[in-house]
């Protein structure tokens, strides 16, 4: 049960679009099209911003998507905002019947 | 509104045991696989149990395997996590979640904290 692969950090300027990739294994990641992005901001849970790979739930604003290739899943975020600015985990079912995280990674907005 | 609240966290010594509640609102609690989620001070997060919805299916992460156990009481709208041996690396923030139509979760609570100290 190693943890997916991201990023440790990434930033850019207002309006800018960004993304933060999600790297796993064909027993994860790419197993399965149960990849969710949750993103959470200091002292707060986590909320989830996409699920099922590129599924928003009602009341997530649209600037954020979700895609998968092979391995690797990815989150974009575009028309960036300050109040996006907080640390963002990726999460994927298993073939072990389990779920694994990202180790997160914290995006600035400059 | 949906509410998750946690309970039973707090300052334990390694080796000892510790209960934690997640007393369910707002929705149909029979209906929904419940999970647990831990975050380490200043880490990130760690799935750590899931339960089905009549307790029919439990999964562990293997760094909890045969030390914690899941259960639920529908009857009560209550999960819960026994936690038993516990370590070092067992402090963090633990969160009760629900989980949604698919795998993921879409509520969570505000978490009860662990932490170890001899």
């Known amino acids: 049960q190693s943890a997916l692969t991201q990023p440790a950090s990434v930033s850019g300027s207002p309006g800018q679009s960004i993304t933060i990739s999600c790297t796993g294994t064909s027993s994860d990641v790419g197993g399965y099209n149960y990849v969710s992005w949750y993103q959470q901001h200091p002292t707060k849970a986590p909320k989830v911003m996409i699920y099922d790979v590129s599924n928003r739930p009602s009341g997530v604003s649209n600037r954020f998507s979700g895609s998968k290739s092979g391995n690797t899943a990815s989150l974009t975020i575009s028309g960036l905002q300050a109040e996006d600015e907080a640390d963002y985990y990726c999460?994927?079912?298993?073939?072990?019947?389990?779920?694994?995280f990202g180790g997160g990674t914290k995006l600035t907005v400059l | 509104e949906v509410q998750l609240v946690e309970s039973g966290g707090g300052l334990v010594q390694p080796g000892r045991s510790l209960r934690l509640s997640c007393s369910a609102s707002g929705f149909t609690f029979d209906d929904y696989a419940m999970h647990w989620v831990r975050q380490a001070p200043g880490k990130g997060l760690e799935w750590v149990s899931g339960?089905?919805?009549?307790?029919?299916?439990?999964g562990y992460a293997d760094s909890v395997k045969g030390r914690f156990t899941i259960s639920r009481d529908n009857a009560k709208n209550s999960l819960y996590l026994q936690m038993n041996s516990l370590r070092d690396e067992d402090t963090a923030l633990y969160y009760c979640a629900k989980k949604g139509s698919s795998w993921h979760f879409d509520y969570w609570g505000q978490g009860t904290p662990v932490t170890l100290s001899s």
């Open positions: 999460s994927s079912y298993t073939s072990s019947n389990t779920l694994v």
């Open positions: 339960i089905s919805w009549n307790g029919g299916k439990i």
